[in-house]
């Protein structure tokens, strides 16, 4: 999981919140750090993770949780669960790593 995420502040003492940034079609984790780093100032307590999509974006160098191609109001749902495992499992991960529910 930590190979596809960014963190962006782990706090000393234990994690009082958890934020998880998801960035869009064809961005990767690093675009998401500028927003962190500022919720990071309003929240010492949270560990901030910027996290990165698991497959290579169809459309640029970056990354995209499901691909966009092709993509109608029919078939969006079925993408969308197809990428909700992963998705469930990176969010289930970073919740024991900060010790949150």
Not at 28 to 51: N, Q
Not at 70 to 96: K, S, Y
């Amino acid at each position: 999981m930590t190979q596809h995420a960014q963190v962006i502040q782990r706090p000393a003492l234990p994690a009082a919140q958890l934020i998880l940034l998801f960035h869009g079609v064809g961005a990767d984790a690093p675009s998401m750090c500028p927003l962190g780093e500022r919720l990071a100032t309003e929240f010492p307590r949270a560990l901030v993770v910027a996290v990165r999509a698991y497959q290579p974006s169809d459309l640029s160098d970056g990354f995209q949780w499901f691909s966009v191609l092709g993509i109608t109001e029919d078939n969006r749902l079925e993408r969308i669960a197809q990428a909700m495992p992963a998705f469930e499992a990176c969010v289930a991960h970073w919740q024991r790593e900060a010790g949150v529910d």
